[in-house]
T-cell receptor
Framework: GESVGLHLPTLSVQEGDNSIINCAYSNSASDYFIWYKQESGKGPQFIIDIRSNMDKRQGQRVTVLLNKTVKHLSLQIAATQPGDSAVYFCAETYTNAGKSTFGDGTTLTVKP | DGGITQSPKYLFRKEGQNVTLSCEQNLNHDAMYWYRQDPGQGLRLIYYSQIVNDFQKGDIAEGYSVSREKKESFPLTVTSAQKNPTAFYLC????????????FGEGSWLTVV
């Protein structure tokens, strides 16, 4: 069945380092992917998205890479800051799917 | 400001009681969703609705009920049939049925006492 999974459940980085969070998806029909950040006790917040006609998209300090060949998505955070500590979810969907599929999440901890 | 409002933020339920969580959005979104999140876990879809007066079961609908009488409102009732309701509940919405960004509310904590 459809699934979106993350390779690593936790990631610990030093402040100032770059972080890479990975995600695998299994539905080759998915054409829209989103990364969310969730702080403790709060709702997930949109970080960045990418459509399947792109391989890379950049935002402010964040970059999402999409490899459709191996069904892999990654989120890169440059110069990671303590405020980046949170759980990060990837989600995948496709037009008229009616719903999205979320991964279990990776907990990012930034050490000062 | 546009957004999704969930209430209450914290709710306590006695065993055997039904409780209703409110979700209102002023984003003019067509689709609305309810997710359950247990500590340290991901999001699991309870129910979703793509248009008014229509809704579909998600992956864990047993013990829950919803209604969609208005476009902006999608309340979730946690019934006494839900044996383990203690969790964080998230309401979300999107502009269309798929291929669009999902926007989330701030969540509601439900605890059984």
């Amino acid at each position: 069945g459809e699934s979106v999974g993350l390779h690593l459940p936790t990631l610990s980085v030093q402040e100032g380092d770059n972080s890479i969070i990975n995600c695998a998806y299994s539905n080759s029909a998915s054409d829209y992917f989103i990364w969310y950040k969730q702080e403790s006790g709060k709702g997930p917040q949109f970080i960045i998205d990418i459509r399947s006609n792109m391989d890379k998209r950049q935002g402010q300090r964040v970059t999402v890479l999409l490899n459709k060949t191996v069904k892999h998505l990654s989120l890169q955070i440059a110069a990671t800051q303590p405020g980046d500590s949170a759980v990060y979810f990837c989600a995948e969907t496709y037009t008229n799917a009616g719903k999205s599929t979320f991964g279990d999440g990776t907990t990012l901890t930034v050490k000062p | 400001d546009g957004g999704i409002t969930q209430s209450p933020k914290y709710l306590f339920r006695k065993e055997g009681q039904n409780v209703t969580l409110s979700c209102e959005q002023n984003l003019n979104h067509d689709a609305m969703y309810w997710y359950r999140q247990d500590p340290g876990q991901g999001l699991r879809l309870i129910y979703y609705s793509q248009i008014v007066n229509d809704f579909q079961k998600g992956d864990i609908a047993e013990g829950y009920s919803v209604s969609r009488e208005k476009k902006e409102s999608f309340p979730l009732t946690v019934t006494s049939a839900q044996k383990n309701p203690t969790a964080f509940y998230l309401c979300a919405s999107t502009l269309g049925a798929g291929g669009n960004t999902i926007y989330f509310g701030e969540g509601s904590w439900l605890t059984v006492v």
